[in-house]
């Protein structure tokens, strides 16, 4: 096999597999092409990195050259591919046709920005990526105010790090509670009480509308409900999309994200994906534990030992200190009820389908010890068996 692999993305999916590829297969060509430098650093550590007193470059734990040295791959750094041509086996970067063997794709995905008004909107801030983080941690060097748009888990991981370091936190949302989408809305409350008593401000059931230029480099943020809030920095944490764009251009089936069946083949042949861009039997979940059995499972199969992923429980840990809080989530699609377990020592949601099952759960403060019991009982998302 004289083509190689070629994965298209650096960060935390694409890394993953190689460094699994490279513990079966130390020998057949692998190329990593990104947008970025390239270097290798955990995206999760982003919204905690203030408290972890970590910036951009100390989160860096291996430069790009060192890390594709240790997995004997071929990176090509700031680059893009423009084309990929799945019948050809075929992408296009630097207005050349690069043949591949396999090509997997990690894009990752991209924030989901609000619409805003007014003529400082073009200032508001997101962070995806370790230069993102590089222009925020200058945005509020010696700016005691930020404000946030979005209150899902990255607005409040991110709310919660700003607070620990004595900003103060103005958080917007449309949403009843806190992390609506995670948090059944009796424990959403008592997560925002939490943080708020941390000294974060929660601005509910409203959205901003405009943003204009303040006096002294400030910004006035215009909410729907009327309210005017006077900050040094805006930061929209307003959700994630998967990065389709080559996919849909070149004919590889797509819908919220780049769809794959169990083994993370897409429409194309040779052509896989994984990590935040992938749909992975109608499953999108831009956590780092699916990651983790996506890598394991495809880099059998690029070794010639097709393997299916398999999905058990997963639940996902919030960095939210002022409230330690876990969560199972049900499935999307899955209708039935929450039943909750409030008391002195935390707070417990068990999310229970029709059939009767347990499909998910939330546990808070001292009910986190729960983890362990609950994930026996709850089938896995997907499973080969």
């Known amino acids: 096999m004289n083509d190689p692999i070629i994965i298209i993305g650096a960060g935390l999916a694409g890394y993953q597999l190689a460094r699994e590829f490279r513990k079966l ?56 591919v423009t084309a990929i041509d799945p019948n050809a086996h075929q992408i296009t ?5 690069h043949r591949y063997h396999a090509l997997v794709l990690a894009c990752g995905a991209e924030p989901s920005r609000p619409p805003l008004h007014g003529e400082a909107a073009g200032d508001v801030l997101s962070v995806n990526h370790l230069s993102d983080y590089a222009t925020f941690r200058a945005a509020i060097e010696n700016k005691p105010h930020v404000t946030l748009l979005g209150a899902g888990l990255i607005g409040c991981e991110f709310a919660n790090d700003l607070a620990n370091t ?20 009796d424990i959403g409350h008592l997560f925002q009480a939490a943080l708020t008593r941390h000294g974060i401000f929660f601005h509910t059931g409203c959205v901003a509308e405009n943003i204009a ?17 006077t900050t ?11 990065v389709t764009t080559l996919t849909v251009t070149a004919g590889i089936e797509t819908r919220l994200g780049i769809v794959t069946n169990r083994f993370l083949e897409t429409s194309a042949k040779d052509v896989y994906a994984i990590g935040d861009c992938a749909e992975v039997e109608g499953f999108v979940l831009p956590y780092i ?50 039943k909750t377990d409030i008391s002195t020592d935390g707070a417990r949601a068990l999310f229970y389908g029709d059939t009767g099952t347990l499909h998910g759960f939330v546990l808070m403060g001292d009910r986190t010890k729960e983890r362990s019991t609950l994930m026996k009982l709850i089938p896995p998302l997907i499973s080969i068996a």
């Open 93 to 97: 970067f630097g207005e050349i046709h």
């Open 25 to 80: 297969d130390q020998t057949t060509p692998l190329w990593m092409v990104t947008a970025d430098e390239g270097h290798y650093y955990s995206k999760p550590q982003l919204s905690n990195a203030l408290t972890n007193k970590k910036n951009a470059q100390t989160l860096i734990t291996s430069e790009a050259t060192q890390i594709s040295e240790q997995l004997n791959l071929t990176l090509f750094p700031h680059t893009t």
């Open 213 to 229: 230029y303040a006096a002294d480099k400030r910004y006035e943020v215009t909410l729907s409900d009327g309210t005017v809030i």
């Open 232 to 242: 040094d920095t805006i930061l929209a944490a307003t959700g994630l999309k998967p």
């Open 166 to 185: 004595g900003h103060t936190v103005h958080v917007i949302t449309p949403a009843a509670t806190p992390m609506e989408l995670l948090l059944p809305e």
């Open 289 to 338: 534990t699916p990651l983790l059995n996506c890598a394991r499972a495809l880099s059998k199969t690029l070794t010639g030992n097709p393997t299916a992923v398999e999905y058990p429980a997963m639940p996902v840990t919030i960095k939210t200190p002022a409230c330690p809080v876990m969560v199972c989530p049900p499935p999307k699609t899955m209708t039935g009820a929450w």
